[in-house]
């Protein structure tokens, strides 16, 4: 009787066991072309860049906004990017249709994100699949959005800096409000990327 007891009470273990704990199945196959290890870096990295460069907006104060301002707020944006860029094999810019720097227009694939995210205000970012310069990978674009804080230097076309008038001669990046679409994140990712 005891082993009959103790046999029916290791089977309910096992049981209970299997019950909780089912065997492995296959992982969802995942055909994206960049592994989402790396999907989730990038994402990480770029979200991290947006949160310093709010961070340092939200550091002005009622003082004169000159290109010291600049030099501290919205310029360690572009040289974190860069310093990335130099790191990994990933590709990350700001871009924006309505842009300061003309070198920071966006490409046909940037353009299409922008209209995306202007006519869908609740998508703030995606993947696709995408090859530059024939290596095949990834892009992955985020929304950049106005703060009250950016209008120092991103408001009124009158009320720009000295220095934004003097150095921007084509200067598009003026005239937003808070909430506004600024422009967008863009990464290209290859696929060899690991
Ligand atoms: C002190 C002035 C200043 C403030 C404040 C500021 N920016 Fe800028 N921003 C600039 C200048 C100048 C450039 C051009 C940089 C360059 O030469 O590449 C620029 C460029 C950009 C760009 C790159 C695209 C383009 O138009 O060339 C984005 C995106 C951007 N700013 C977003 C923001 C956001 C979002 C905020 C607020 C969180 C902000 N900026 C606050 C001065 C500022």
Redesign the pocket.
């Known amino acids: 009787m005891p082993y009959r007891l103790a046999f029916l009470l290791a089977a309910m273990l096992l049981l209970a066991a299997c019950a909780e704990d089912p065997s492995p199945r296959p992982a969802a196959p995942d055909d994206d072309a960049v592994p989402d290890s790396v999907q989730a870096r990038v994402e990480q990295t770029i979200a991290a860049i947006?949160a310093m460069?709010?961070q340092?907006?939200?550091t002005?104060e009622d003082e004169q906004?000159?290109?010291e301002?600049?030099?501290?707020?919205?310029?360690p944006?572009?040289m974190r990017a860069q310093e990335v860029n130099q790191q990994t094999d990933w590709t990350v810019q700001?871009?924006?249709v309505?842009?300061?720097?003309?070198?920071?227009?966006p490409d046909s694939l940037a353009a299409i994100a922008h209209e995306r995210f202007e006519t869908d205000p609740a998508l703030t970012d995606y993947w696709i699949e995408a090859t530059r310069d024939g290596q095949a990978g990834m892009r992955y674009f985020r929304r950049?959005?106005?703060?009250a804080?950016?209008?120092?230097?991103?408001g009124a076309e009158d009320d720009r800096?000295a220095?934004?008038q003097a150095?921007?001669p084509e200067?598009?990046?003026y005239g937003f409000d808070a909430g506004d679409l600024?422009?967008?994140?863009a990464a290209f990712v290859p696929a060899a990327s690991h």
């Open positions: 947006d460069r709010s340092l907006a939200a002005i906004v000159d290109a301002t600049f030099a501290r707020v919205c310029k944006v572009g700001q871009l924006a309505r842009y300061r720097n003309p070198a920071n227009a950049i959005t106005v703060e804080s950016c209008l120092a230097c991103h800096p220095f934004v150095n921007y200067d598009r990046a600024r422009g967008v994140y």
